[in-house]
């Protein structure tokens, strides 16, 4: 039997249960366009109209309230069977220790896939401030970030991480920002949680790298915590230093803007890390393919 493509019925049980393009795209960590696409994909294949297209958002016709509970069904199946061929050990307890941080702005948002995925895995996710193998948590898998140096342990380059000024674009509407200078009239913000081999973290050295003599005149309020940081630059706070890990969804969606052409290398980056005998685990093996998959996605994205 010939069958549709995989991600457009992905596309429509998402749109069907949301009943939101919006919301499915959020979901699926692609754009609420790729998501029509891929519906329109499948009505085309089956010859049929599965959603009426409203001015406040979508709603099923009656073939796609008839198709829905049947493509449900089938990813939940999906799931079943690939723990069985599996002998059962995709079963159980995964614990990911992570930074507060990327849990909350990159990890978070992009979960709910993994969890349709893979149903029969229970997952803990716990956070923790700690840094570079400074972890204490009993963990099967830990997202660290640092240089790379892990001794006893098993590592994976996750993704490497851009530094670049943020804000609002209420904000941008209310002071425009044409040049360096122009953060002179602006509240700046800034991660201090950071140690000595971050510099670009810092106001003073990143616009010093930039090639930019602007003094802030020390205009710059300091927060302990990165999502702390993110969060207060998306409540139009001021005009931050942001992460493009962090920030990627804000810029995505519209919340924030990025400000200049200009951009400066992270020292650090993030890595999967894990003992060398946690790493062979088939929970383990399948969660970091999950992450380098959703990285892959983002480098394509931009």
Known sequence: MRLPPL??????????RHSSFLHA????????????????????????ELFKRLARGVVLTDSGRELLPEISRGFAHFGRGIGSVSGGVLSGLLTVTVLPSLAHHWLLPRLSGFLDAFPDINIRIQSSGARQGAFKEEADLRIWFGLGDFPGYRSVLLMTDEIFPVCTPALLNRHPLRTFADLKQ???????NVDRLERT????????????????NGKVVEFN????????VGYGQGVALGRRSLVREYLRTGRLTRLFTEVRPSEYSYYAVATEEKA?????????????????LDRERG
């Open 280 to 296: 062979e685990h088939p929970r383990v093996k399948v969660f970091m393919n999950w992450l380098e998959e959703q990285v892959r």
């Open 201 to 216: 973290m810092t106001w003073r050295q990143w616009l010093q790298e930039a090639g930019s003599s602007v003094d802030t």
């Open 25 to 48: 795209a959020e979901e699926l960590n692609v754009t609420p366009a790729a998501v029509s696409h891929q519906v329109k994909t499948l009505e085309a294949f089956l010859g049929m």
């Open 7 to 16: 991600n457009a019925l992905r596309a429509f049980e998402a749109a069907a």
């Open 225 to 232: 915590d990165s999502a702390l940081l993110t969060q207060a």
């Open 186 to 192: 602006h509240r700046l913000l800034q991660d201090i």
